[in-house]
């Protein structure tokens, strides 16, 4: 990853494919107890790494290399008339950057998000120590992009800002709001904020041809995916 010592890779034992039920799955995890790891970060998000927690990994599954990483290239983004649409309906939100810590309000609204978009998924009923383990990390460049309607918090956009980039953690909402279409808002504005900051590269984790949760992705025009060892344009 072109640091100064060699930093390990693991490999972990098959576990369930979050996204194909039937499969198998395994991942490449950088070693999380390196003191390089948050020197090399932004290095591993362009070689199609992503962190959840203290874990920056990718996966790396016997047969199948499905899983592709995507950014989108700030420069040259334009939004289509349904994202100028999303835009518009949301112009009455606040947005701000707050630090990545749990707060009472923004546990709440992650908890009735996940009650309501994963029941019986594994994920409903978090607990306080799940929102820690998942979301952020000590070493982790992260903030929460919030998202405000008269002061009340609706959405926050979890996003890691390196060097260069921001990338797409997670984002959760009012459940009531979904209406607003506020994950797609929130990726327009992690775009807007990138752009403002000079930053190159909006990482929205990996793509998946064929899988209906993994679509949207290509609705942001140009695209970018690694086709293993460099970023080439998304075909139309």
Same mark, same amino acid.
């Given at each position: 990853?072109?640091?100064?010592?060699a930093?390990?890779?693991?490999?972990?034992?098959?576990?369930?494919?979050?996204?194909?039920?039937?499969?198998?799955?395994?991942?490449?995890?950088?070693?999380?107890?390196?003191?390089q790891?948050?020197?090399?970060?932004?290095?591993?998000?362009?070689?199609?790494?992503?962190?959840?927690?203290?874990?920056?990994?990718?996966?790396?599954?016997?047969?199948?290399?499905?899983?592709?990483?995507?950014?989108i290239?700030?420069? %040259? !983004?334009? @939004?289509?008339?349904?994202?100028? #649409?999303? &835009?518009?309906?949301n $112009?009455? +939100? *606040?947005?701000?950057?707050?630090?990545?810590?749990?707060?009472?309000?923004n546990?709440?609204?992650?908890?009735?998000?996940?009650?309501?978009?994963?029941?019986?998924?594994?994920?409903?009923?978090p607990?306080p120590?799940?929102?820690?383990?998942?979301?952020?990390?000590?070493?982790?460049?992260?903030?929460?992009?919030?998202?405000?309607?008269?002061?009340?918090?609706?959405?926050?956009?979890?996003?890691?800002?390196?060097?260069?980039?921001?990338?797409?953690v997670? %984002? !959760?909402? @009012?459940?009531?709001?979904?209406? #607003?279409s &506020?994950?797609?808002? $929130?990726? +327009? *504005?992690?775009?807007?904020?990138?752009?403002d900051?000079?930053?190159?590269?909006?990482?929205?984790?990996?793509?998946?041809?064929?899988?209906?949760?993994?679509?949207?992705?290509?609705?942001?025009?140009?695209?970018?995916?690694?086709?293993?060892?460099?970023?080439?344009?998304m075909?139309?």
């Open positions: 990853m072109g640091s100064q010592h930093i390990r890779l693991f490999q972990t034992v098959e576990h369930a494919c979050g996204y194909w039920p039937e499969r198998l799955a395994r991942d490449l995890i950088v070693d999380p107890t390196d003191p790891l948050p020197s090399v970060f932004a290095r591993a998000l362009a070689m199609g790494f992503r962190r959840s927690g203290g874990h920056v990994y990718r996966p790396y599954c016997n047969g199948c290399r499905d899983c592709i990483s995507v950014r290239p700030v420069e %040259t !983004f334009r @939004a289509s008339r349904s994202q100028r #649409r999303c &835009l518009a309906r $112009a009455d +939100l *606040q947005v701000g950057v707050a630090p990545a810590v749990r707060t009472a309000e546990f709440a609204l992650y908890r009735r998000y996940l009650d309501t978009r994963h029941v019986g998924g594994g994920m409903d009923k607990g120590e799940n929102f820690d383990a998942f979301l952020a990390c000590a070493w982790s460049p992260t903030d929460f992009m919030e998202f405000r309607l008269e002061g009340e918090l609706v959405a926050v956009a979890v996003t890691d800002a390196v060097p260069d980039a921001l990338s797409a997670y %984002t !959760f909402f @009012a459940p009531e709001h979904a209406h #607003r &506020l994950g797609g808002f $929130a990726i +327009l *504005q992690q775009v807007q904020r990138a752009r900051e000079g930053r190159r590269h909006v990482y929205l984790g990996f793509w998946l041809d064929a899988h209906p949760k993994m679509a949207y992705k290509r609705e942001y025009r140009p695209l970018e995916f690694l086709d293993g060892t460099q970023w080439r344009p075909p139309a």
